[in-house]
Nanobody, 124 residues
Framework: QVQLVESGGGSVQPGGSLRLSCEAS????????MGWYRQAPGKQRELVAA???????NLAENAKGRFALSRDISKNILYLQMNDLKAEDTAVYYC??????????????????WGQGTRVTVTS
């Protein structure tokens, strides 16, 4: 069973910073931790920042200039540095990982995994 663990969330004032991290349990088989998503009550889960399989970065428009995505490939740890936090950033943040694909013919199927989430609250 894959187990992803996020950490680094908390409560901050507007303009503050947080650094989130995500890593797989040592008891889990290795997966590729790809990116961060967030979900606020009553809203759909949305992408914040993620690596593509080609190594590029997709960043939400409202995160540009404020958030930075990085990873330690050898340790399979993903980080999200969040600066200049705003009230609208309040949400539970989840990291996402995927397995190596199962290939049938020319079709590749990836299994997705999610952590338990870490809560970020931005309020004055």
């Amino acid at each position: 069973q894959v187990q992803l663990v996020e950490s680094g969330g908390g409560s901050v004032q507007p303009g503050g910073s947080l650094r989130l991290s995500c890593e797989a349990s040592r008891t889990s088989f290795r997966v590729n931790i790809m990116g961060w998503y967030r979900q606020a009550p009553g809203k759909q889960r949305e992408l914040v920042a993620a690596f593509t399989r080609g190594g590029n970065i997709n960043l939400a428009e409202n995160a540009k200039g404020r958030f930075a995505l990085s990873r330690d490939i050898s340790k399979n740890i993903l980080y999200l540095q969040m600066n200049d936090l705003k009230a609208e950033d309040t949400a539970v943040y989840y990291c996402n990982a995927e397995s190596s694909p199962a290939i049938t013919g020319s079709t590749a199927t990836y299994l997705n995994y999610w952590g338990q989430g870490t809560r970020v609250t931005v309020t004055s």
